[in-house]
């Protein structure tokens, strides 16, 4: 099972999360590096940590501004590993990731307009390039305002995801990122292991501890998305020995 750190973008800089409240968020603040700058803490992670993989939530982008190209473009050449979420709309929304150089694009239910748009992007990028987020609130599903998933049942919206050719996924609560409350989505994790053994699937939101990661491991997940236990120390270079930590081809 792979770490990967979270780099959550606004304004320029990275940002501390917490429960999903993202007008609220604030500078990273972490005994790995001073200051805020991405670029700056993404080396440190790779240098203190040995992480070069990285999830990348560009927030302004969810929020419906431009993406950081530049920034994607900066760390693509370090080189590090990128799966970027910067709010996949539709299949227009993509292409600019593409010209990027962004070879792991993040498609996310909070701001996906349609089933059928995701479809639509499987279809003209493959699914290897694709991470389909389910998105969740204290476990119910982020949905698109206008989207009919036809469901608000996160099982069997994952089925029908995979249905259309998802090989990718991740299940990330946003109630319970950064509060290091531990993990809401084992059961459900569990269930999607045992039903699509086929599909990798991620976890983010709540990690508290080391003693998360094996529990993780145990339930299926392929990678588990960490971003405050990482920045205060909790999780620590001790603690990933033993893990694959190479990044997704």
């Not at 999360?17 to 991405?38: C, I, K, M, N, W």
């Not at 109630?175 to 531990?182: C, D, E, L």
């Amino acid at each position: 099972m792979r770490v990967i750190p979270v780099l959550d973008l606004k304004a320029g800089q990275a940002v501390h999360a917490l429960a999903g409240r993202r007008d609220h968020y604030q500078p990273v603040r972490t005994f790995l590096h001073e200051g805020s700058d991405p670029i700056d803490l993404a080396l440190a992670y790779r240098d203190r940590l040995g992480l070069s993989e990285f999830y990348l939530a560009d927030l302004d982008a969810i929020a419906g501004a431009p993406p950081a190209l530049p920034l994607y473009r900066r760390l693509l050449a370090e080189p590090l590993t990128l799966q970027v979420d910067a709010g996949v709309r539709d299949l227009a929304s993509v292409r600019p990731l593409l010209d990027a150089g962004v070879s792991n694009i993040v498609v996310a239910l909070e701001t996906l307009r349609t089933p059928d748009s995701l479809a639509e992007i499987i279809a003209a990028i493959g699914p290897a390039r694709l991470v389909f987020s389910l998105d969740l609130r204290d476990g119910t599903p982020l949905i698109a305002q206008g989207a009919d998933w036809g469901s608000f049942d996160p099982v069997l919206l994952a089925d029908r995801a995979i249905g259309f050719g998802v090989q990718r996924l991740l299940l990330l609560d946003l109630a319970r990122v950064g509060t290091g409350q531990g993990l809401g989505t084992l059961p459900l994790l569990a269930t999607l292991c045992a039903a699509h053994p086929q599909v990798s699937i991620q976890v983010g939101g709540g990690i508290s501890g080391p003693s998360d990661l094996p529990r993780l491991a145990r339930a299926g997940a392929s990678a588990a998305l960490i971003g405050s236990a990482l920045l205060d120390g909790r999780i620590g270079r001790d603690h990933l020995n033993g893990l694959d930590l190479e990044p997704a081809s």
